[in-house]
């Protein structure tokens, strides 16, 4: 497993292709790993790691790091980071296996030093971690200053770097993550709504975290539940749509398979809910941990007769937030389920987050109809067809609801034709009416140019980029 870090003083739009610089801990790193490593670039290895059974283990005959075509095509930095990290943490007392979890602070030190950066991001994050642990808070920062010492003091690196301040707009920041986004933008949906928020999931990789995240939220009236499957978990949120709450609930390709009756039962009953999907490769269990955009028809078309529904898409993990509010707007103005689609690379992908001033947010406003003699559960709103959204128990309101076709206006059963020809009809033109509330689409670069590209969700940053 290993991560991968893109910094610049100007707009990051992806995170590279190929890295600079590449920190292998052991063989099976830095073989699966070399081959991205631009030529040229850094290559920092844990000679520490290189002992033959590791070798065996990675499927190397012999030693790559005593390979003359290694130091040609990058400049390569042979530290033992095993046994600086136990020199540095000498005297406390700790066995090697657990001074050895400090290694990757150790090189982390190193790399502080050759970026020019100063420790004290990592020690105060460190500090406020492990306030509460002051042994493993001093192995740490101690393993953190050993690495930049390391790197000064034996003059490891012939070029160190400077990267500029960014120009970012002013406010306050903080780093983000896709699925962390999304449900801060679901809690504050249901806040700009006045409304409960309800989330029913079934744990599916990569769209877990949101329920884990949601589930933190309590503070804030969210309410979490963790059903027993995907059919479950998405009629859970559709009742908790019906009583009146933001029902939503949240999937992956083959759990958003599972959920399809159910979307057609809340296209029927033109009920809001809001399902987020985030993709990952398939078919069926496919790649759970890969990410992929291969659900998109899925979204579209994937239910039986005529069922249109809005799907909207996240194009970056910060952009999750304002994402999952839209989502919600849309819902509760037009009274119809909506399908947010994210994926696994912006679900763990992270990204400098503007925190928003919360006062800017534009509200979303409600309305559940009073009790009246003549009240007509499928009258619609002329601007935006949608129905009024009664809540049950409510005198006066009392009106048919089900997967069955209903009579235009009264809400009745009904079989006739005309009638399900004229029903299809209206909610097929309310889902084509959200359009109406968008503006035009963005061009960026030059409008005259002779070629245009075209993308969505996640592709974003890839189009941007190469534009």
Not at 55 to 65: E, I, R, S
Not at 202 to 223: C, M, W
Not at 270 to 279: A, I, K, R
């Amino acid at each position: 497993s290993g991560y991968q870090v893109r910094l610049a003083s100007s707009d990051i739009h992806t995170p590279g292709d190929a890295p600079d610089v590449l920190v292998a801990m052991n063989p099976a790193a830095l073989k699966v790993n070399l081959a991205d490593l631009r030529e040229g670039g850094m290559l920092i290895v844990n000679t520490g790691a290189f002992d033959a059974n590791n070798l065996k283990k990675a499927g190397y005959v012999g030693n790559p790091l005593e390979d003359p075509d290694l130091a040609e095509h990058y400049r390569v930095v042979a530290v033992d980071l095993e046994d600086a990290t136990i020199r540095a943490l000498e005297g406390m007392g700790l066995s090697n296996k657990e001074a050895l979890r400090c290694k990757n602070m150790v090189a982390l030190g190193m790399l502080y030093y050759a970026y020019s950066r100063p420790l004290t991001t990592s020690e105060n994050w460190l500090t406020q971690k492990f306030s509460k642990k002051p042994e493993i808070l001093e192995a740490n920062l101690r393993a953190l200053r050993a690495g930049h010492a390391i790197a000064e003091n034996q003059e490891l690196f012939t070029v160190k770097y400077t990267v500029a301040k960014a120009s970012l707009p002013p406010g306050t920041y903080r780093n983000i993550m896709g699925n962390q986004a999304l449900a801060m933008g679901l809690v504050a949906a249901s806040k700009l709504a006045g409304l409960r928020l309800f989330y029913g999931s079934y744990p599916i990789t990569p769209a877990s975290d949101i329920l884990h995240n949601l589930s933190r939220y309590k503070n804030y009236g969210v309410l979490t539940f963790q059903a027993e499957d995907e059919i479950a978990a998405i009629t859970s949120a559709l009742g908790a749509a019906y009583g009146g709450a933001l029902g939503v609930t949240g999937t992956s390709g083959p759990g958003l398979a599972l959920k399809t009756e159910a979307l057609g039962l809340a296209v029927m009953t033109e009920l809001p809910l809001v399902v987020v999907d985030v993709q990952r490769g398939g078919p069926s269990t496919g790649l759970p941990t890969k990410t992929e955009q291969a659900d998109l028809l899925q979204a579209v078309f994937g239910r039986n007769s005529e069922a249109p529904l809005p799907v909207g898409a996240a194009a970056t993990p910060a952009d999750c937030f304002a994402a999952a509010i839209e989502a919600a707007r849309i819902a509760l103005t037009y009274m119809t389920p909506v399908i947010l689609l994210s994926d696994g690379y912006i679900a763990n992908g992270s990204e400098p987050f503007l925190v928003p001033d919360v006062a800017s947010l534009p509200r979303i406003p409600v309305h559940h109809p009073q009790a009246s003699p003549d009240f007509r559960p499928y009258a619609r709103d002329p601007e935006t067809l949608a129905r009024p959204w009664a809540i049950p128990g409510t005198a006066g309101l009392e009106h048919r609801i089900g997967g069955i076709e209903k009579a235009d206006v009264t809400g009745h059963i009904s079989y006739d034709p005309l009638n399900h020809e004229k029903m299809v009809g209206l909610r097929e033109a309310k889902v084509m009416g959200v359009a109406k509330s968008y503006p035009a689409t963005t061009v960026f670069g030059d409008a005259d140019a002779e070629l245009c590209l075209l993308g969505w969700g996640s592709t974003y940053g890839a189009v941007h980029g190469a534009v």
